[in-house]
């Protein structure tokens, strides 16, 4: 079998690894009354997915995992060689960052501070350590590739700087896969076809491991999706989109290819810039006219289409649409 034909198998055995323990897991979270919580802000047809099971994220992560390892455990020797085939290092933050959402995820159904979920400054504190292990790991052991810039001819080598820029990447991309799970299917989709696109760049640079284990996150995000879409049985949490994001960094950075990971992942970029720009401008405003004003009408840009007038469907197509073209365009531009 060519790699192409192997990489597509494993997405294939992971999708139905995923539908067929979705189910039980489902049984389990509803029993636990696992459900989520809805912004009063937000729209009010969003309140009807009060009480949907959350945490589903569990159902993307034990499937990669069982199936990473297994894989691996019967093709290779050691933990260093596994290491060295770029296979322990991204399989390990999925594994920590989802433990952190899951945290985040629990204490915002049953902690403290109820409808919260983990102190905002806890949760960065714990993202940066593990985005700061793995950032040392890719520079140190794994010799990432710095950045390429192949339609331009052009190779930058940061030297130890490479260590807070791969941390920024990581944090940053977490965070805005995490904003961007707010509709019914969007999460997953866009994050599926992101793994699609680096999975085919890692193919095509001869990054076998790497792009086994992106198509087998696609498997698992397809398997999701099977009960997250349109009108979603179970929501992924911060345990799926922190952990998403993440790993989504650090398959970039492994690529050496992370200067498209705006454009791969524009959707999400699109998300947090929304944000930022309310926030500013509403700071901005306050302070000049002594109320807030608003740029969008809810942030993230998702929810400003939805009280536009589109339908959560439409929404959740249209920025597929949009990821589908990005992902090719960013293709396009680091393997040219």
Not at 3 to 28: D, E, K, N
Not at 73 to 88: D, K, Q, R, T
Not at 127 to 136: E, M, P, R
Not at 289 to 296: P, S, T
Request: positive net charge.
């Amino acid at each position: 079998m060519t790699q192409t034909s192997v990489a597509l198998a494993l997405a294939g055995f992971s999708f139905m690894l995923t539908v067929i323990w979705g189910a039980p897991l489902l049984r389990i979270l509803r029993h636990f009354k696992v459900g989520e919580t809805i912004r009063l802000e937000g729209p009010e047809r969003h309140f009807a997915k009060l009480g949907t099971p959350t945490m589903g994220g569990v159902m993307i992560v034990l499937p990669v995992t069982l199936v990473t390892v297994l894989l691996n455990a019967a093709s290779l020797v050691g933990p260093m060689e596994l290491l060295g085939n770029s296979v322990l290092l991204p399989l390990g933050v999925l594994i920590v960052y989802a433990a952190i959402g899951a945290i985040d995820d629990w204490e915002g159904l049953r902690g403290r501070h109820r409808g919260e979920g983990m102190r905002a400054r806890t949760k960065l504190a714990l993202q940066l350590v593990v985005a700061f292990v793995a950032s040392f790991g890719l520079y140190h052991f794994l010799d990432a590739p710095h950045l390429y810039l192949p339609s331009f001819h052009i190779e930058f080598k940061v030297g130890v700087w490479y260590i807070p820029i791969a941390m920024f990447i990581i944090v940053a991309t977490s965070n805005a896969v995490n904003l961007t799970d707010g509709l019914d299917g969007l999460a997953g989709l866009i994050a599926a076809t992101a793994f699609v696109a680096y999975g085919g760049i890692a193919i095509l640079q001869g990054q076998i491991f790497l792009a086994r284990f992106c198509f087998t996150l696609v498997g698992a995000l397809f398997g999701f999706l099977w009960f997250n879409v349109h009108p979603a049985q179970l929501f992924m949490g911060d345990t799926g989109s922190l952990s998403l994001g993440a790993v989504l960094a650090v398959v970039a950075l492994m690529t050496g290819q992370w200067a498209v990971l705006p454009v791969i992942a524009i959707i999400p970029v699109s998300n947090t810039l929304s944000v930022m720009i309310q926030v500013g401008y509403f700071q901005l405003t306050k302070r000049l006219y002594g109320e807030g004003r608003r740029v969008f009408r809810m942030t993230p840009l998702h929810h400003h289409f939805e009280l536009s007038g589109w339908s959560e469907t439409q929404v959740v197509q249209r920025f597929w649409l949009i990821s589908l073209m990005a992902a090719m365009v960013g293709v396009a531009l680091a393997v040219s």
